[in-house]
């Protein structure tokens, strides 16, 4: 089945600093893939479509200039929390709609704030 | 408002017997629907796709789907306690190229 990898899978940031999560499709091309966040316990919540060459959409209430993406090649699509908060504290998740039907995720970031 | 409706359970079954979770979706223009388990702690992982009313089977999971009533299901026959997870209904979004629309996941529960 098709491969999306997440780089870090953890990372803990002190309050203030700026994080970058990696998304990489592995086996097949992607020009878009899509951001998730879980908080505990709660459902997926998708903050962003990457769309590659092109700006990303966001949904309503995720801040643009706080959540960066970048997806500057077919593989590869980065968020950018910054300036995070320990409200920001969460389960980062990417997902790529491989050349059949569906959605595969990413491992995930587990990011915390201090 | 596009929706895909799951009751949150728990859902809690002995091992062995099958476990029967359903999904209702709002958008009749769907085409392709997804379960995916995600355990806790871990992102979902797809286990099911089902694209045409009827039954699909795979292994212990079988996947149902009925267009007219607007309704999908799974099925996970002899229950382990390995699949206790979070199982999430998944609708093609018409919308958006590749996106889902998420319901908010049953929490299953098999007892040994």
């Known amino acids: 089945g098709a491969v999306v990898s997440q780089h870090p899978s953890w990372v803990i940031c002190k309050s203030g600093t700026s994080v970058k999560i990696e998304c990489r499709s592995l086996?097949?091309?992607?020009?878009?893939m899509f951001w998730y966040r879980q908080f505990p316990k709660q459902s997926l919540m998708l903050m962003a479509t990457?769309?590659?060459?092109?700006?990303?959409?966001?949904e309503q209430g995720v801040e643009k200039d706080k959540f960066l993406i970048n997806h500057a090649s077919l593989t590869l699509s980065t968020l950018t929390v910054t300036s995070a908060h320990p409200e920001d504290s969460s389960f980062y998740i990417c997902?790529?709609?491989?050349?059949?039907?569906?959605?595969?995720f990413g491992p995930g970031t587990r990011l915390t704030v201090l | 408002q596009k929706e895909v409706e799951q009751n949150s359970g728990p859902l809690s079954v002995p091992e062995g017997a099958i476990a029967s979770l359903n999904c209702t979706y709002s958008?009749?223009?769907?085409?392709?629907f997804f379960w995916y388990r995600q355990y806790s702690g871990k992102s979902p992982e797809l286990i099911m796709s089902?694209?045409?009313?009827g039954d699909k089977e795979d292994g212990r999971f079988t996947a149902q789907l009925n267009k007219a009533s607007q309704y999908v299901s799974l099925l996970i026959r002899d229950s382990q306690p390995s699949d206790s997870a979070t199982y999430l209904c998944?609708?093609?979004?018409?919308?958006?190229?590749?996106?889902?629309?998420f319901g908010k996941g049953t929490k299953l529960s098999v007892k040994p």
């Open positions: 997902s790529a709609p491989p050349p059949l039907a569906g959605l595969f």
């Open positions: 086996d097949f091309q992607a020009t878009t």
């Open positions: 990457s769309n590659e060459g092109s700006k990303a959409t966001y």
């Open positions: 958008d009749r223009g769907s085409q392709s």
């Open positions: 089902i694209y045409s009313n």
């Open positions: 998944a609708v093609n979004d018409g919308g958006s190229q590749g996106n889902l629309i």
